[in-house]
Every structure is written in structure tokens, then in C-alpha cells.
């Protein structure tokens, strides 16, 4: 198989974006541009992500944003194989311009379109990064997610445990916001979190010990704004100790789901650990998730920062994994604000666990 490359856009969140990546599987690939848009300013006033904000300034930015992205690769789009884009889960304002916006080019340019789910492309960028082989355990942690999953191919994922209320990136925004740090949380609590005492307030771990790798994030932010109300004005150590919590908790899960994944792959020889999501660019959660992962046997896998949080070169490296299986899509692909990925299809015919 020869070398794809794909232009891709994402526009599911507050990050308009586009990207080329050129490579073919197992990766790793080469990023020739990756260009991120952060709304973060637009939308910091209101605590969080407005919809109609953030699609307003997706159709405002993505002709400029692709634009960059190409001459950033010093490519044309005559000289792409496919163009992908991100088809959902997310908000359905921003899907419909990235979406709408890769199915003109690929129409102008007479190359296939391929729509892409989101979760797919964060699950795949270890394979972008490092070559990630097939089968491993995928640790996906980010604002409206948190699952574990073991991935069997392209298009095949089994769900091991899922959250049952917040994801964990969610329970970081809203514990920030109990704390006065401002949006988006994560990066905050981590900063803030640097310079406290994780050992000072003790903080429940739900779930934890329980049969099944399911999460549960809600206690946890109730239990701080407990704290709060009774009045604890100490950020720092208030940061430590909730981010302390939500290692344990990750690091149990990630145990449990250990397990079934071997019982699934009993043949799979020193299988990755990947971790990927926003989430998984915080520095504490990595050291401990790593040291976790070599202690069970697995190889932890997790991209640089700045590819765990929303960007396009995922999107595009997802485009080509599945362009060169022959998986591409007509113009009247839908986007979709929910899309599981235990509902994906691009394996083996007929193999399908799930
Ligand atoms: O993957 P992502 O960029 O967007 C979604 O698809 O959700 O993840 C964003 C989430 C936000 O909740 C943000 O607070 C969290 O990832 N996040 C972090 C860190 N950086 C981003 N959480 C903890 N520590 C960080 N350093
Ligand atoms: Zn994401």
C-alpha cells in the first residue's frame, strides 16, 4: 500500500481545524501542517462552549484555517487523496460546517469524502504517533467522554466501562468552576493542583473495587463543593486532592478494564495502553497512567499534548486509516451528534465482537 494523504477538518467542539497527514497504516504518519483555531476567547466570558457561538465562528474561520492548512503543506487539493472531516458526535451547529465544508471541496477536487467520528480519531492518533499496533486498550478521557475500550481494528471497539454520570474532563470544568479558576478547567486544576497537598482533603473515589470498568464522576464534584460551601478557600490543596482522586479512580478502572481486555486478547503480545482525549495531555494523570501500564505489562502509548486535545491532524491520519480500506462516504453523509463508536463498522467483515 503507497503512502495517503488527507486533508482533514474539525469543527465538533470549540477548536476549528485542519490539517494534512500523509502515511498509511499502522503509522506512524508524518504531519505536514496542523493548523488549531482555539475559541476559547470567544466563548471564556460564559464559563463554557456556547453552540451558537462556536458555529458561528466555524463558518467565519474554516475557508482561512483550511487555506493555512494547505499552503502550510505546500500541497493542492489535486494532489490529496481524500478529504475527511469530523461527522460527529458533537455540537451538530459546528459538525454541519466542517462536514459541509469538506463535502464542497471533495465535490470541487473529485476526491473521495470521508466522514469521520471523532472518537475514532482520538482512539487512532497513537497510530499516528508511534504505530500503535492493533489489538490495544484505549483509555479516552476528555470533556464529553470517558470510556474504556478495547480496539480491535478500524472501526472495531469493544466498550469495557463507561461513565455512568459526568465525563472526567466535565468534572474538571465543573470542579473549577467550585473553585473560582477559570474555563477551561483542566489546564487550571493541573497549575493550581502543582502547589497544593493532594493528601488534605479526603475525597471519595466512587466506584472504585466495583465489578466492571464503569466511572462515575458526580460524587467526586459533589464532595468538593461540599467542602466549599463549608468553607475550604484553599485552591490549591482543593486542586490536589480532587485531581489525586481522579487518578485513583482512572487507575482502577484502567485495572479492571485490564482484565477483560486480556480475556479478549489472550494472543495479544505486549499490547498497548493508549491513552488519548484532552484529558490526557495533564501531566499527573500521564506519569501515573504510564507507571500503571508498565506495571501490568502493557505498553503505555500516549501523543504529545497538543494531538490529546481537539485538533485536525487526528481527523486526517482517521481519514487515511480508513481511505485506504476502500471506506469512504457519499455527499449525503449525515452529521450526527451522537454516534457511539461501539456502532462503527470498518473491520473484517463478519468479525465484529461487539
Ligand atoms: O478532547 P477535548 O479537547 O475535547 C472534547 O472532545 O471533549 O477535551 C477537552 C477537555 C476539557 O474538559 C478540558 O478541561 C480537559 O479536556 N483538559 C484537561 C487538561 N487539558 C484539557 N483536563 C485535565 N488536565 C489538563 N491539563
Ligand atoms: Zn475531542
Not at 29 to 42: E, K, P, R, Y
Not at 268 to 293: C, H, M, Q, W
Not at 332 to 354: E, I, Q, Y
Request: with cysteine; net charge neutral; glycine share 12%.
Amino acid at each position: 500500500m503507497r503512502d495517503w494523504t488527507v486533508l482533514g477538518i474539525e469543527t465538533s467542539c470549540d477548536e476549528t481545524a485542519a490539517a494534512v497527514v500523509r502515511g498509511r497504516a499502522p503509522g506512524p504518519g508524518t504531519i505536514l501542517s496542523n493548523i488549531v483555531f482555539s475559541q476559547l476567547d470567544a466563548h471564556r466570558p460564559y464559563g463554557g462552549v456556547v453552540p451558537e457561538i462556536a458555529a458561528r465562528a466555524h463558518v467565519e474561520r474554516i475557508d482561512g484555517i483550511v487555506e493555512e492548512a494547505l499552503a502550510g503543506a505546500g500541497l493542492s487539493l489535486s494532489d490529496l487523496d481524500a478529504v475527511a472531516a469530523t461527522a460527529g458526535p458533537g455540537l451538530i451547529g459546528g459538525v454541519m460546517v466542517g462536514l459541509t465544508t469538506a463535502k464542497a471541496l471533495a465535490l470541487a477536487a473529485g476526491k473521495p469524502l470521508i466522514a469521520v467520528n471523532h472518537l475514532e480519531a482520538h482512539a487512532l492518533t497513537a497510530r499516528l504517533t508511534e504505530g500503535a499496533a492493533f489489538p490495544f486498550l484505549l483509555l479516552l478521557i476528555s470533556g464529553g467522554h470517558c470510556q474504556l475500550l478495547g480496539v480491535a481494528d478500524v472501526g472495531r471497539f469493544r466498550l469495557y466501562g463507561t461513565t455512568i454520570d459526568d465525563a472526567v474532563g466535565e468534572a474538571f470544568d465543573k470542579t473549577a468552576k467550585l473553585l473560582g479558576l477559570a474555563y477551561p478547567g483542566g489546564p487550571n486544576i493541573e497549575k493550581a493542583a502543582r502547589d497544593g497537598n493532594p493528601r488534605r482533603h479526603a475525597l471519595p473515589r466512587p466506584m472504585r473495587g466495583r465489578a466492571g470498568a464503569d466511572f462515575s464522576f458526580s460524587g467526586l464534584k459533589t464532595a468538593v463543593r461540599q467542602l466549599v460551601q463549608d468553607g475550604a478557600t484553599d485552591a490549591a490543596d482543593l486542586a490536589a486532592s480532587f485531581q489525586a482522586a481522579v487518578i485513583d479512580i482512572l487507575g482502577d478502572r484502567t485495572r479492571a478494564a485490564m482484565a477483560m481486555f486480556r480475556a479478549d486478547f489472550p494472543q495479544a503480545r505486549d499490547p498497548a495502553f493508549v491513552l488519548a482525549g484532552g484529558v490526557a495531555s495533564n501531566r499527573a494523570i500521564r506519569e501515573a497512567l504510564t507507571e500503571l501500564g508498565n506495571r501490568e505489562g502493557f505498553q503505555t502509548k500516549i501523543p504529545p499534548p497538543r494531538l490529546c486535545t481537539d485538533n485536525a491532524a487526528m481527523v486526517a491520519w482517521a481519514g487515511v486509516e480508513r481511505g485506504q480500506r476502500g471506506l469512504s462516504d457519499g455527499l449525503d453523509a449525515a452529521p450526527k451528534a451522537r454516534w457511539p463508536l461501539d456502532t462503527l463498522t470498518g473491520g473484517r467483515a463478519g468479525a465484529s465482537r461487539t
